[in-house]
């Protein structure tokens, strides 16, 4: 059974950081694209970032570009965002997902993702 689990999240303030994790089991990370999401209450689930496992390739949406930084550690098959310098807009549900394959082009769009966790809570205060 294919199964996502997040973990990582937490209460911080504006400016600090977290480290998110994305722990896969069921198959095996190095084939996959993982996507991180966020929906903050009464707003749409929106891409965050993206990994390609197999290549490399990573993609940030601009709202965290600089700030996040996506990773892959496909011997724990677990993927990694690391949360710098956060913003109370950045407070949300964050899932990550994955699906078969390469490339991060259409990482945004969720109908790409065949497999997703559960969240977890980011919650950052002014």
């Known amino acids: 059974e294919v199964q996502l689990e997040e973990s990582g999240g937490g209460l911080v303030q504006a400016g600090g950081s977290l480290r998110l994790s994305c722990a896969g089991s069921?198959?095996?990370?190095?084939?996959?694209?993982v996507g991180w999401f966020r929906q903050a209450p009464g707003k749409e689930r929106e891409g965050v970032s993206c990994i390609s496992t197999e290549d490399g390739e990573t993609a940030y949406d601009d709202s965290v570009k600089g700030r996040f930084t996506i990773s892959a550690d496909t011997a724990k098959d677990t993927v990694y965002l690391q949360m710098n310098n956060l913003k109370s807009e950045d407070t949300a549900a964050y899932y990550c997902?994955?699906?078969?394959?390469?490339?991060?082009?259409?990482?945004?769009?969720?109908?790409?993702?065949?497999?997703w966790g559960q969240g977890t809570q980011v919650t950052v205060s002014s």
């Open positions: 069921g198959f095996t990370f190095g084939d996959y694209t």
């Open positions: 997902a994955a699906t078969y394959g390469v490339g991060c082009k259409f990482y945004k769009s969720q109908a790409f993702y065949n497999y």
